[in-house]
C-alpha cells in the first residue's frame, strides 16, 4: 500500500499554501497514514466488474433553466471580503 | 530553408452565450459594474450548492456536433484544484478525464490545399474573475478583483498537435471562430475575451518522429498576434537549440508591444491540479437521440455556405471563403441579396473589397458597421440608374461608414449627382475639343490613346461629375 513521507506531507502543504511546524509535519504524516490504512481495508474487495464510481449517490441529469434571476448588491457582495477598495475585492499583489 | 519542423496545438476558450452563469443563476453580461452580477454560488460562499445549466450542455453538444466529435455518452464534472484570486471557490468546476465530446476534426485551406486538423477534445467549464491592476503595477503592493467573470461558462477547445506553421494556427483558429459563430453560441469576440486561445509550440529537425520539448504561449488577442507570437517563438526555439541551448518547458507570455514572448516561470508550482470528481455535482447521462436532434437542428456552417455561394450566385471560391468567414458578412450579404439586389457578384466585390478594407483600418468587425444592407442597395441602384459613378460611389460609400447617412442625403450635400443629361455632355464635349485641335488632329490620324486625354479633359471641367460611359460614347460619335 502507499506510504505517505514527510516530504509528500511537505508538498501537499506547499500546494496548499500551509506552513507547517516540524512537529506538524510528523504528526500529520502519522494521521495521513493511518486514514490511508484505515480506507486499505478495500482492497481486500474483489472490485474488477465494478465501473469507477463518479457519484456517491445514484443521481444523474439534475438540471436548472436558464433563467438569470437577482443578484447580491455590490454593498452585500463586498461585505465580508477581507479588504476592498471602491467596487473591487483587494487583494495582495498577484504578478 | 530551415531543416526544422514547427507543431502547434492549440487550446480555444470560448464563453457561450447563455443568459446565467453555469452553475448559478447570475447574469453573464458582459461590462457590468464590478462584483454586480454575482451571488453566493459563484462567489464561493460557504454551504452553497452549484446546480447545472441545461443550456450549456446543449450549446457543448452544439460545438462537438460542428466540429465532429464524437459526443460521449456518460460525462461528469472534477475539481482542479489550485490558489489564484480569480478563483474564490480555490477550485476551478472542469472536466477531466471523461469530457462531453472527443476525437473530432476541421478543415482548413491554406494555398489551395486543404488540411484536417484533428481535435481531441471538447470540455465544459467555468470561466474566472478578472484581476484588474490599478496604477503602477510595480509600485502597487495590491491586485483588485471583479468576480462578474467567474462562472460563466466555457468550452475549451483542445486540438492535436496537428499544426506544422504559423499560419496553420491562425488558419485553424480563424475557422473555428467561423464555425463557432455559425452554431450561434457565442459571438467570439477576441478583443472581449469571449474567445481565447492558447498554443503549444515545440520544433525538432525534420523527419524527428519525436516532438521537441514546449513552451506554452499565453496572452495572444488577436489572429495577427497568435500568428506574430508563434513566428517569434519559432525563431526563438531554433536559434537556441543552434546555439547549443535547451527548450525549456514553461509558460510565455506575448508582449504584442515589443512583439516577443517573455518567460512567466516561477508564478506557480508545478502543475499539480489534483483532479478529483466533483462531489457537489452529479453525473450527465447523454441520450443520443438529444444529440441527433441537435445535429440535425446544427445551421449552416461555413464550409457548406461557401459552396452554395459559389453554385448559386457564381462567386469564385476566394470570394465565397471570404464572404463566409463570418457569419455576420454572410449574413449581411445575403441581406443584399433579400432586399432585392440581383447581382450577387458586385454586392460580394463592395464587401471583400471597400467594405473589409475600412473595417480592417478602423479595427471594427461586420456587427458594428454603420452602413445598413438596404443603404448599399440603394447606393448600388444609384450606379446602375447612372446617378453616380463608380468612382463616386467609392466616396459616398466612405461617407456612409463615417456616418451612416442614406447615400440619397450623402449625393445631395456634397453635389455629388453625375451629369448624363446629353445636353450639358455635349456642350462641354464641343468645348473641350475646340480647345484641343491638335490632340483632335492625332486622334483622326490613328492615335487611339489620344482619346483618353480628351476624356480627361472633359472630366475635369465637369468636376469628375459627367457620365463616363456618355462620354465616351459621344466623343467617338463626334470625332466619328
Not at chain 2, 456552417?301 to 459552396?307: A, C, N, V
Request: negative net charge; hydrophobic residues 35%.
Amino acid at each position: 500500500m502507499l506510504v505517505i513521507t514527510i516530504a509528500d506531507v511537505e508538498y501537499v502543504a506547499l500546494l496548499s499554501r500551509l506552513e507547517l511546524t516540524e512537529d506538524e509535519k510528523i504528526k500529520y504524516t502519522e494521521q495521513l497514514n493511518a486514514m490511508l490504512e484505515y480506507a486499505g481495508m478495500l482492497e481486500e474487495l474483489n472490485t474488477d466488474n465494478i465501473q469507477p464510481t463518479a457519484h456517491v449517490l445514484s443521481l444523474k441529469n439534475v438540471f436548472r433553466e436558464d433563467q438569470a434571476t437577482g443578484h447580491l448588491s455590490q454593498e452585500k457582495a463586498l461585505q465580508n471580503a477581507p479588504d476592498a477598495d471602491g467596487s473591487f475585492f483587494k487583494v495582495p499583489k498577484i504578478v | 530553408m530551415s531543416h526544422y519542423e514547427t507543431v502547434i496545438g492549440l487550446e480555444i476558450h470560448v464563453e457561450l452565450k447563455t443568459n446565467s452563469k453555469i452553475f448559478c443563476s447570475s447574469s453573464t453580461e458582459f461590462g457590468g459594474e464590478p462584483n454586480t452580477h454575482v451571488c453566493p454560488v459563484c462567489l464561493g460562499l460557504p454551504g452553497v450548492l452549484p446546480v447545472f445549466n441545461k443550456k450549456v450542455l446543449e450549446y457543448a453538444i452544439r460545438v462537438g456536433v460542428a466540429i465532429n466529435c464524437k459526443i460521449a455518452e456518460f460525462s461528469k464534472f472534477d475539481r482542479k484544484n489550485y490558489y489564484y484570486p480569480d478563483l474564490p471557490k480555490n477550485y476551478q468546476i472542469s472536466q477531466f478525464d471523461l469530457p462531453i465530446a472527443e476525437h473530432g476534426y476541421l478543415d482548413i485551406e491554406l494555398d489551395n490545399k486543404v488540411k484536417r486538423i484533428g481535435i481531441t477534445r471538447v470540455h465544459m467549464e467555468e470561466d474566472a474573475g478578472k484581476l484588474v491592476h490599478q496604477g503602477n503595477i510595480t509600485i502597487s503592493n495590491y491586485s483588485l478583483v471583479d468576480y462578474n467573470r467567474t462562472g460563466v461558462p466555457l468550452v475549451e477547445i483542445v486540438s492535436e498537435p496537428d499544426l506544422r506553421s504559423p499560419e496553420e494556427a491562425r488558419a485553424y483558429l480563424e475557422k473555428m471562430k467561423a464555425i463557432i459563430q455559425y452554431t450561434g453560441v457565442s459571438d467570439c469576440k477576441m478583443e472581449e475575451g469571449s474567445l481565447r486561445c492558447d498554443a503549444n509550440i515545440s520544433v525538432r529537425p525534420k523527419g524527428s518522429l519525436v516532438l521537441g520539448t514546449k513552451a506554452e504561449i499565453k496572452n495572444m488577442n488577436s489572429f495577427k498576434a497568435l500568428q506574430r507570437a508563434l513566428e517569434y517563438e519559432v525563431q526563438r526555439q531554433i536559434e537556441t537549440l543552434e546555439d547549443g541551448g535547451k527548450i525549456v518547458q514553461e509558460t510565455r507570455t506575448w508582449d504584442d508591444g515589443k512583439g516577443i514572448t517573455l518567460s512567466m516561470r516561477s508564478k506557480e508550482q508545478a502543475h499539480d491540479y489534483r483532479y478529483f470528481p466533483d462531489p457537489d455535482l452529479v453525473p450527465m447521462i447523454i441520450d443520443p437521440k438529444w444529440v441527433d436532434e441537435i445535429r440535425a437542428a446544427l445551421p449552416e456552417l461555413p464550409d457548406q455556405r461557401k459552396s452554395r455561394y459559389e453554385k448559386d450566385y457564381g462567386l469564385s471560391e476566394y470570394d465565397a471563403e471570404v464572404v463566409t468567414s463570418s457569419k455576420y458578412l454572410a449574413d449581411y450579404f445575403e441581406d443584399c441579396l433579400t432586399l432585392g439586389y440581383s447581382n450577387a457578384k458586385i454586392v460580394s466585390n463592395w464587401l471583400t473589397g471597400e467594405l473589409l478594407r475600412l473595417l480592417n483600418s478602423k479595427g471594427l468587425e461586420i456587427n458594428q458597421c454603420l452602413i445598413k444592407p438596404g443603404q448599399l442597395v440603394e447606393m448600388l441602384n444609384m450606379i446602375d440608374k447612372g446617378i453616380i459613378s463608380g468612382k463616386m460611389a467609392k466616396m459616398v460609400f466612405e461617407e456612409m461608414f463615417e456616418s451612416g447617412s442614406d447615400p440619397e442625403v450623402i449625393v445631395k450635400e456634397k453635389g455629388l449627382i453625375q451629369i448624363s443629361d446629353e445636353g450639358s455632355i455635349s456642350a462641354v464635349v464641343d468645348q473641350v475639343l475646340e480647345d484641343n485641335p491638335k490632340v483632335v488632329e492625332d486622334f483622326r490620324s490613328g492615335k487611339d490613346n489620344a482619346l483618353g486625354f480628351l476624356v480627361g479633359q472633359i472630366m475635369r471641367a465637369t468636376k469628375g461629375k459627367a457620365n463616363p460611359a456618355m462620354v465616351n460614347k459621344m466623343l467617338r460619335d463626334k470625332l466619328g
